[in-house]
């Protein structure tokens, strides 16, 4: 900017001394142009742009022309004054901190949330003071209004662990069970009971009938504990719905074994995530795409997608291992793949050639 400034003087002393050598009509005559040209000008332009050195040029130029002329200038000396106003803020301006104190770090705020997230049972000065360890010194009143922002309760009276969170934790000594139904092509209705061992995401497809009892629910209970054999054991928890064909007797089967019995809220399959997940996926890879004429059909379907479940099918739990059969060794990628059918068609394996 500086150096624009002593550009446009130089060229006006160049220019003023060009206009020594010229007579006074031709200056008089040019000066009647300038002005003619610059009225048009006015008419179409609202307001000229002018830089910084153009501002402080007509500031200086305009201290030498007469008063009565000064008034005619796009630069009035109000904005002559406003100009020079503007210099000496710029010049004395200091970095000024605003009232109150500095905002939190977003790194810290999600740091606290986080925290909160994982510890239902700490408060506000308890985050404070795990913050504290991690070298970032941050008040209990900020942490304080940072929960209560994002609507959760600082002081530790927040509720316990959702259903999400106890699955993840108990996730090793969790079976689960429920009911899957088909309507047959002749709109009769087929029960099966399936069980899934929540650590490993191994199925247990059981009986099939169209009319489930609880004397039937209590012998597939029998059947599975007889399945998984040596596995019983780390079944600490049971969880299941409200269904009326879970009775006591039921319940009685696997209590025996030392396993605690859980019931999932009302209308809530969340609470039981993980059976409800297989039978959507059932549901949209194979009973959906198939027509069931009778329960020895139904049976056999859902004994090749237990078996393909089980040994094939890919889980990101599982680090995309299938729950019986782990990740084989990197091949060549130039190995041959092939494909098997599973089902007519309906479902696709593919495994590279030996």
Same mark, same amino acid.
């Given at each position: 900017?500086?150096l ?7 060229? =006006?002393i160049?220019? !003023? ?6 007579? =006074?009509? /031709? ?12 009225a048009?000008?006015?008419r179409?332009v609202?307001r000229?742009?002018?830089?910084w ?17 000064r008034g005619?200038r796009?630069?009035?000396p109000g904005?002559?004054?406003r !100009?020079?106003t503007?210099l000496?803020k710029?010049? !004395?301006?200091?970095?000024?901190q605003?009232?109150? %104190? ?14 909160a997230?994982?510890?239902?049972? *700490?408060?506000?000065?308890r985050?404070a003071?795990?913050l504290?360890g991690?070298?970032?010194s941050v008040? @209990?009143s900020?942490? *304080?209004a940072?929960l209560?922002?994002?609507?959760i309760?600082? @002081?530790?009276? %927040?509720?316990?662990?959702? !259903? ?5 934790n108990? @996730? /090793?000594?969790?079976?689960?069970v429920?009911?899957v139904?088909?309507d ?22 059981l009986?099939?009938?169209a009319?489930p009892? /609880?004397?039937?629910a209590v ?5 599975l504990l007889m @399945?998984?054999d ?5 079944? %600490?928890?049971l969880?299941?719905?409200r269904?009326?064909k879970f ?7 696997f209590?025996?074994?030392g396993t ?9 399959p969340?609470?039981n995530?993980?059976?409800e997940h *297989?039978?959507?996926?059932c %549901? ?7 027509l ?8 056999s ?8 479940f089980?040994?094939h099918r ?17 091949g ?7 494909r ?9 394996e593919y495994?590279?050639?030996a």
């Amino acid at each position: 900017m500086a150096l624009r400034l002593l550009y446009l003087t130089f060229l =006006k002393i160049l220019g !003023w001394m060009a206009l020594l050598a010229r007579s =006074k009509a /031709s200056k008089n005559a040019e000066i009647l142009v300038l002005r003619h040209q610059l009225a048009v000008l006015r008419r179409q332009v609202g307001r000229p742009q002018s830089s910084w050195a153009d501002r402080a040029m007509i500031a200086a130029l305009a201290q030498l022309l007469p008063k009565a002329l000064r008034g005619h200038r796009f630069v009035t000396p109000g904005t002559l004054l406003r !100009w020079h106003t503007d210099l000496i803020k710029r010049r !004395w301006t200091y970095k000024r901190q605003g009232p109150g %104190r500095p905002p939190t770090r977003p790194s810290v705020r999600e740091l606290v949330l986080r925290m909160a997230a994982d510890n239902p049972h *700490w408060g506000y000065r308890r985050i404070a003071g795990e913050l504290a360890g991690l070298g970032r010194s941050v008040g @209990a009143s900020t942490v *304080w209004a940072i929960l209560n922002r994002a609507g959760i309760d600082p @002081a530790p009276r %927040r509720s316990g662990p959702t !259903w999400a969170q106890f699955l993840r934790n108990q @996730a /090793s000594g969790i079976l689960t069970v429920d009911f899957v139904h088909v309507d047959t092509v002749l709109l009769r209705r087929v029960y099966r009971m399936v069980a899934m061992e929540s650590s490993t995401r191994r199925v247990h497809l059981l009986g099939v009938t169209a009319h489930p009892t /609880s004397s039937w629910a209590v012998q597939q209970a029998r059947i599975l504990l007889m @399945a998984m054999d040596d596995r019983v054991g780390h079944a %600490r928890f049971l969880i299941r719905d409200r269904d009326s064909k879970f009775t006591d007797a039921f319940d009685a089967v696997f209590a025996s074994e030392g396993t605690q019995v859980l019931l999932t809220p009302v209308r809530a399959p969340r609470a039981n995530a993980y059976i409800e997940h *297989w039978i959507g996926g059932c %549901r949209r890879e194979l009973l959906d795409r198939d027509l069931i004429v009778n329960e020895r059909q139904l049976r056999s379907i859902l004994a090749a997608y237990e078996t393909h479940f089980n040994t094939h099918r890919p889980h990101r739990t599982l680090r995309q291992e299938a729950p019986l059969r782990p990740l084989p060794d990197p091949g060549d990628p130039d190995d041959r793949v092939v494909r098997r059918d599973l089902l007519g068609g309906a479902i696709h394996e593919y495994a590279q050639v030996a």
